[in-house]
């Protein structure tokens, strides 16, 4: 068998759909359907967070992102607001029913991310934070694992292992791009690797074309392109003033730019046969 035991498609032929339950409605990822997942890189406001959920609720976007806990390079860079961001995406999921994707960096926030998030994401810094991987294999809630800055499709696979092998079989994979010696793109996607693991696995995947691309020129044609190669859906960093972004303003589609992908997106997945409603 593949090294990736649980993960692989030897081990289980159908893919895996997960369900994510939600005021709203409910929120599927996996095969035949394109999900799509936005928000901004951090939560940074309570106005300019709840402007942007409610608006990307209307265009039919189904999961908010926002990160709390930010893995800067610098420490001195904007870090997250922490609880506080919580405070504000838990407001945000009162106001538009629409399930919460956030990332964990330490185990010890999961007490209080537990009850309010549907989505635990691991960063690509921590893709192979075994400690973390272990732990989360224990909890029932999705995780969605971004592929390691450097790390190869096997690492990914055997990183996405080790939640399954905890018990928890919610894992979305999610494909970021990876470091190269190309420097005109914030990292290299690797869109192979897109349709290359759905083969291997039944896991869901999905690709974010913000850090992968390092600009928001480059999201929606990179974002069109994943649909095609087969992704599930896609996360998309969307700022409501991308110019004054605390994170990762110059990858990030104002809310106009990000309607525009969306009517892209739709026509496309019904091109493809994905459900997206
Ligand atoms: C993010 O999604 O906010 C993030 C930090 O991404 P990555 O781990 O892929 O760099
Ligand atoms: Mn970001």
């Keep these: 068998m593949r090294p990736f035991k649980l993960a692989s498609k030897e081990f289980k032929d159908q893919n895996t759909i997960i369900e994510i339950k939600s005021d709203f409605k409910p929120v599927f990822i996996g095969e035949g359907y394109c999900t799509v997942i936005a928000g901004p890189c951090a939560v940074e406001s309570w106005e300019g967070y709840l402007e942007t959920a409610k608006f990307l609720k209307n265009i039919g976007v189904h999961m908010l992102r926002g990160g709390l806990f930010k893995p800067r390079t610098s420490p001195y860079s904007f870090r997250g607001l922490g609880k506080e961001g919580l405070d504000i995406m838990v407001e945000a999921k009162k106001q538009t029913g629409l399930p919460l994707v956030t ?5 010890r926030d999961l ?17 192979q934070n ?20 450097s790390a190869t499709i096997e690492e990914w696979l055997l990183a996405a292992e080790y939640i399954l092998n905890g018990g928890n079989g919610k ?3 999610c494909e970021r791009g990876i470091r190269t010696f190309e420097h005109y793109t914030r990292n ?3 869109m192979g690797a897109v349709a290359l693991v759905k083969n291997l696995s039944h896991l869901p995947v999905i690709v974010d074309p913000s850090h992968a691309t390092g600009k928001w020129e480059l999201v929606t ?12 859906g896609i996360m998309v960093e969307v700022h409501q003033d991308p110019e004054k972004a605390l ?11 990000f309607a525009n ?17």
Aim: no cysteine.
């Design 130 to 149: 075994f400690a973390l991987l272990d732990e989360l294999g224990k909890v029932d809630k999705p995780v969605l694992l971004k592929r390691g800055l």
């Design 171 to 173: 894992v979305i994979l």
């Design 261 to 277: 992908l969306m009517e892209k997106v739709k026509k496309l997945s019904s091109l493809e046969n994905k459900k997206i409603i």
């Design 221 to 232: 044609p990179v974002a069109k392109a994943a649909i095609a190669a087969g992704a599930d």
């Design 103 to 107: 990332e964990i960096m330490d185990i």
């Design 111 to 127: 007490d209080i991310l537990y009850d309010m998030i549907d989505v635990l994401q691991v960063g690509s810094r921590n893709m």
């Design 247 to 257: 994170s990762d303003g110059k990858q990030s589609l104002d809310l106009n730019s």
């Design 188 to 190: 290299t996607l690797d």
